[in-house]
Structure formats: structure tokens, C-alpha cells
């Protein structure tokens, strides 16, 4: 059964970090590619960030260009999205997401079929 568990979210000031994981279990992730994902009230969710589990080839969405970044530890099935100098506007719930394929991964939320539950990231002063 495929199961992605996300944790890591809390409350930040502006300027701080957080670490979000995502616990794969049921696959492996050589064989997957896993994006994280973030909805904001009132907002579509949107894509952040993926990675691909063959090839290890990432992507990002342009605002977090350079304040994020995507890892996975294939051996332990699990992907961290470290988040730098965060804003005000990467308030959300965060969710990971995967689906089987291989090579670069798709940023697009409608190609990912497994999904966890989400945690929330607030950042305010």
C-alpha cells in the first residue's frame, strides 16, 4: 500500500527555515517521482518543488528559486524540502505527492496520484 506521510511544518517568523519531510512507504523511490506541493486558503494548490527518484534531476517553482531545496534519501525512502528565508507567502499546508516514473520529474499537481495529508507552515512576525 502506498503511503507518504509528511512532517516537519510549524510557525516561523519571516527570515527563518524549516525542514519538511516525506516518509514513503509501499514503494521505492527509485522508481517514483515525489513533489511537494502547497495550497493557501482561498489559492489553488500549486506545485514548489520535485524530485526524481531515477535521476535525481529537481525542479522549482520561481519563488522559491534559490531559498529551497529538494533531497531524497532513496535508502530511506524519504524526501526533505529544506526551506530558507521564508516569507510571509510560503504560508500554507504543504503536501507531498508521488507517482511512478522515470526521468525528469512533472511539476504539474494533476500528475501526481498518491497524496499525504498535509502540514501546515505559517510564517508571520
Known amino acids: 500500500q502506498v503511503q507518504l506521510v509528511e512532517s516537519g511544518g510549524g510557525s516561523v517568523q519571516p527570515g527563518g527555515s524549516l525542514r519538511l519531510f516525506c516518509a514513503a512507504s509501499?514503494?521505492?523511490?527509485?522508481?517514483?517521482?515525489i513533489g511537494w506541493f502547497r495550497q493557501a486558503p482561498g489559492k489553488e494548490r500549486e506545485g514548489v518543488s520535485c524530485?526524481?527518484?531515477?535521476?535525481?534531476?529537481?525542479y522549482y517553482e520561481d519563488s522559491v528559486k534559490g531559498r529551497f531545496t529538494i533531497s531524497a534519501d532513496n535508502a530511506k525512502n524519504t524526501v526533505y524540502l529544506q526551506m530558507n528565508s521564508l516569507k510571509p507567502e510560503d504560508t500554507a499546508v504543504y503536501y507531498c505527492a508521488g507517482l511512478t516514473w522515470y526521468g525528469r520529474c512533472p511539476p504539474e499537481v494533476t500528475w501526481y496520484n498518491y497524496w499525504g495529508q498535509g502540514t501546515q507552515v505559517t510564517v508571520s512576525s
Open positions: 524530485i526524481s527518484g531515477s535521476d535525481g534531476s529537481t
Open positions: 509501499g514503494f521505492s523511490l527509485d522508481d517514483y517521482a
